[in-house]
């Protein structure tokens, strides 16, 4: 039986609108894309959510948002978040997707499937949306806040796999995210790793990038430390928020202008999805050993919908076989 | 004689629309704000710019943009950046302002105005826009990529004094960025400045702050590395014009729309306006022995004229020495 034909185990429980969001994500993924879902978590939420005639594997523990992952890991070890990473080792499901607690969805994901050969760390991979262009793959944005050289090299190995298989992107384009373009700008952990990336092989490093050029098109994968990574991905979507509300300020403060802004609406509509991380479902841990999607938090019905789609698309490609081959070089 | 009677040395030759940009912005302070501008840079240059009769100290060498910092401030001794620095160290300028080179003004300033007494190292203070409300102070923004907890503690003490003398904030509120706002979260970096922070004295810690914080208005002065700092700036900067562009785009794509972007650009003036890095009129390097300020390499006459006057108000408000007053508590 090949992994493409076993269900996602999806967690019912995680994520700010759970389990109501994720259950109707799940049933609308198995409508409209058919996919085979396998839920996790208590029967009677799911039942209560509409979940009652889907496939669910029973725990009783839940995983807060804000418990401390290891703990948490440790000592509950029939939550959702558990049972689902267990589903994956145990070869009763393909991928792992929940939008709860991030750093216990690694834990679980890293103590239960642990890691592909030759990993040193895993990484979260989130595609940044670039409107017009294909995203470009922002990693690590948030696993591991502290980094040694070398690991960032393998976060570009695993960062050009995932833009490939995910984004169709031939030969990706790696930078590494610094303070100045030349080799001698940035922190002793960046020129360090750019003398790394620089003599890799396979690696096709267009040398150190900076913050602006995340949401731009001439680079498909950025590389970065986890503290780094993650302040990048919150202040762009603490800045995208912040323009967006004062747009719509501005567009509510007279009725012409409300008019004018009826007007713009089908110019802008398509930027404004584009710009919506529901768009692409959620980051990847790359580096366990098994498809795991961490979603947002705030995932609704369809960042459900498509973190699905994209975690059956990720077991299809056979991205942890190509993540192995790419690190063994 | 008071510093405040002193002429600003300017440096003429720095900034990528030097020295026109930057002799008109001399001559628009002059007549609008009443400053006494010092510009130091080539005679023949500023004079072709339209500066003939204004007060400059000649100097015949220019460090460009891209020259390294710290082999042009040690060789071009007669450069515009290193003159306007000694002119401060000695007596006759109370201020340098550049748009140049940004690490070879923090070299220039660092090394001929030296430190304040008891500051470890000086840091870049940023004014980040904040629509509606006063900018948030974001330091370190670029002068030290690798730091050390204890001077995160000074960057708050030297950030808090500058939030205030310069936008009249009672008792900064700091925050320390990370990547969650729970204490044990973030790099080994973070996690010891946070215990040091809590523990100082004369600080309004309010724990850790995350990217999206950065434009928000729940604190005043962000306090992080430079590497991070320089980051954040840079991809809110790349974001902010990223946006505009694609707002723009949608105006123009057709009349109907481009009329209906007329009724509404009022409304949305004030914020473009305010989001553009020229009205601060440049960052600030405390913890240095005299007020040095380090415009947008961009700088347009209307960011020289606002740095013109910031600069003065920072002499008028004696920030050097609320500084060292600060760092010695």
Redesign the interface.
């Known amino acids: 039986m090949s992994d493409a034909a076993l269900p996602l185990a999806l967690d019912a429980m995680g994520g700010d609108h759970a389990p109501a969001a994720i259950v109707a994500g799940a049933r609308r993924a198995i409508a409209e894309l058919g996919v085979d879902v396998l839920l996790v978590g208590q029967p009677e939420a799911i039942a209560a959510a509409g979940g009652d005639e889907l496939e669910v594997l029973a725990c009783n523990e839940v995983i807060g948002m804000?418990d401390?992952p290891g703990a948490s890991v440790r000592t509950k070890k029939d939550s959702s978040l558990v049972r689902a990473a267990e589903a994956v080792r145990d070869g009763r499901a393909s991928a792992m997707i929940s939008a709860g607690n991030t750093g216990a969805t690694m834990a679980s994901a890293l103590l239960r499937m642990g890691r592909i050969k030759g990993v040193k760390r895993p990484a979260i991979a989130t595609p940044i949306p670039v409107?017009g262009s294909t995203p470009t793959i922002l990693l690590d944005a948030?696993a591991n806040?502290?980094c040694q050289p070398e690991w960032l090299v393998q976060f570009a190995q695993m960062g050009a796999v995932f833009a490939t298989s995910r984004f169709g992107v031939d030969a990706p384009r790696v930078g590494l995210?610094?303070?100045g373009e030349e080799e001698?700008?940035?922190?002793?952990l960046?020129k360090e790793a750019h003398g790394l990336l620089a003599a890799a092989d396979g690696i096709h490093f267009v040398g150190n990038v900076?913050?602006?050029?995340?949401?731009?098109d001439d680079v498909d994968v950025v590389v970065t430390?986890?503290?780094?990574g993650?302040?990048?991905?919150?202040?762009?979507?603490?800045?995208?928020?912040?323009?967006q509300g004062?747009?719509l300020e501005?567009?509510a403060?007279?009725p012409?202008?409300e008019?004018?802004?009826s007007?713009?609406w089908p110019?802008?509509e398509p930027?404004v999805e584009e710009l919506d991380p529901d768009t692409y479902g959620g980051a990847m841990l790359l580096g366990v050993d098994g498809v795991c999607i961490i979603s947002h938090g705030s995932s609704s019905e369809r960042a459900v919908v498509n973190a699905l789609g994209v975690a059956r698309e990720m077991v299809a490609a056979d991205l942890i076989r190509a993540i192995a081959a790419a690190v063994a070089d």
Chains 1, 2 share one sequence.
């Open positions: 804000h401390d409107p948030g806040a502290d995210l610094s303070i001698t700008k940035g922190s002793t960046v900076e913050g602006r050029d995340v949401m731009g430390d986890g503290f780094t993650n302040v990048v991905l919150k202040t762009l979507e603490g800045g995208m928020r912040f323009i004062k747009i501005a567009a403060s007279s012409e202008r008019q004018a802004f007007v713009l110019a802008l930027l």
